[in-house]
């Protein structure tokens, strides 16, 4: 059965502080994963990724991908309290059954 | 500038009535799609679409119907409302199996059953 796993499920920081998160994929016919970011409605795009090892980037978010060992990251430096929010990874196959993770609350605290 | 327009954004219903949540993208996309989320559970997908005339299941079809007679349309319907269908729905489309790497998200329906 298809899976997403995201990891922590929530987290607090300070303002300042760099922030990891992890997403492990088992999605039948990989084809790319993905990273959204929820605040109070629906939810926004960060990345897509499709090759290992390319990072993306955007600002002070960058992203990375892993399909030897089916994982990614998010990370995101110098937090502002204006990330705070849900993020999440969602994993695509080739049949369009697309799976979201559970998300990952991220807090950052003035 | 629409993009996907979902309706209603509220809604209540009582145990066993039947609703249909509207969901019309304007950007030609093929494939759409339905999710609901409920608090830590993430977005699960209920039914998708990847093209007028054919639907297929998700994670959590059980009690939902979907038809896709248009390449603009993808309405869900409940058929028998049951307290556990209480959640935010949301619908989302994307031109050609994601290949552009962006899914386009209505802005939500909250719906709850009583």
């Known amino acids: 059965e298809d899976k997403v796993v995201q990891s922590p499920l929530s987290l607090v920081v300070h303002e300042g502080d760099t922030v990891t998160l992890n997403c492990s994929y088992e999605v039948t016919n990989f084809r790319s994963l993905l990273w959204y970011k929820q605040e109070k409605k629906a939810p926004t795009f960060l990345f897509m990724l499709?090759?290992?090892?390319i990072e993306k980037k955007s600002g002070r978010l960058s992203s990375i991908l892993d399909k030897k060992e089916l994982f990614s990251i998010l990370n995101i430096t110098a937090t502002q309290t204006g990330d705070s929010a849900v993020y999440l990874c969602?994993?695509?196959?080739?049949?369009?059954?697309?799976?979201f993770g559970q998300g990952t609350t991220l807090q950052v605290k003035p | 500038n629409a993009g996907v327009t979902q309706t209603p954004k509220f809604q209540v219903l009582k145990t066993g009535q039947s609703m249909t949540l509207q969901c019309a993208q304007d950007?030609?996309?093929?494939?759409m799609s339905w999710y609901r989320q409920d608090p830590g559970m993430g977005l699960r997908l209920i039914h998708y679409s990847v093209g007028a005339g054919i639907t297929d299941q998700g994670e959590v079809p059980n009690g939902y119907n979907v038809s896709r007679s248009t390449t603009e349309d993808f309405p869900l319907r409940l058929l028998s409302a049951a307290p556990s269908q209480t959640s935010v729905y949301f619908c989302a489309s994307s031109s050609g199996l994601l290949n552009t790497g962006e899914l386009f998200f209505g802005e939500g329906s909250r719906l709850t059953v009583l």
């Open positions: 499709t090759s290992s090892g």
């Open positions: 950007m030609n996309h093929e494939y």
């Open positions: 969602l994993g695509s196959g080739n049949t369009g059954k697309l799976i």
